[in-house]
């Protein structure tokens, strides 16, 4: 049974399953429909605790072990050749060779070369940003989006509908 406001954070925390943490909101929350907490500084006194790990505007528990992310949150990547240059990073300009296909029937719906942009900047669709991490100059790489990293529920008509898993052959040209 937990008896202190942070053990009552901890089981609040733990309770959430987000592979990211549990943002305040969802602990107070948690707090005030499980145990009727709503000593706000208690509980922001709790949320300092060298027991707990925060990163950005989410908390976990320190030594559990990890949550792996849904499945419609994670890019599929296969390296088909690994490059000899740089690494790709967040923030850096990058250039890519690219064909995109549908899953369910392998219609190419895009293609290029020499598509520019900034990694990590959102200039992309989200399976690109976190696909690309990582690949070295002269590389190519397998990417298979599932539609929450890609077009979503809306799709992008009339070429990509709604809900589609996108799959991408792309190439690390350069890092500019």
């Known amino acids: 049974m937990a008896k202190?406001?942070?053990?009552?954070?901890i089981v609040a925390i733990r309770a959430v399953q987000d592979h990211k943490g549990a943002s305040?909101?969802?602990?107070?929350k948690y707090l005030k429909s499980e145990f009727q907490c709503e000593n706000g500084v208690a509980i922001k006194k709790a949320l300092k605790s060298d027991k707990l790990v925060?990163?950005?505007q989410s908390f976990r528990v320190k030594g559990d072990a990890p949550i792996a992310p849904p499945a419609d949150e994670v890019v599929g990547t296969e390296d088909v050749t690994v490059g000899d240059g740089a690494v790709a990073q967040k923030g850096d300009d990058v250039a890519?060779?690219?064909?995109?296909?549908?899953?369910t029937d392998g219609s190419r719906f895009d293609a290029g070369t020499n598509f520019r942009f900034t990694l990590g900047a959102g200039d992309v669709i989200k399976g690109w940003d976190r696909g690309i991490v990582g690949m070295r100059v002269g590389g190519r790489r397998k990417l298979v989006v599932p539609s929450k990293l890609g077009y979503g529920k809306k799709g992008s008509a009339p070429e990509i509908p709604p809900n589609a898993t996108l799959l991408f052959d792309v190439t690390l040209e350069r890092i500019l």
Do not use: F, H, P, W
């Not at 202190?4 to 954070?9: H, I, N």
């Not at 305040?24 to 107070?28: E, G, H, L, T």
């Not at 890519?96 to 899953?103: A, D, P, R």
């Open 24 to 28: 305040r909101q969802a602990i107070v």
């Open 54 to 56: 925060q990163t950005g």
């Open 4 to 9: 202190t406001v942070l053990d009552k954070v």
């Open 96 to 103: 890519m060779s690219y064909v995109g296909t549908l899953e």
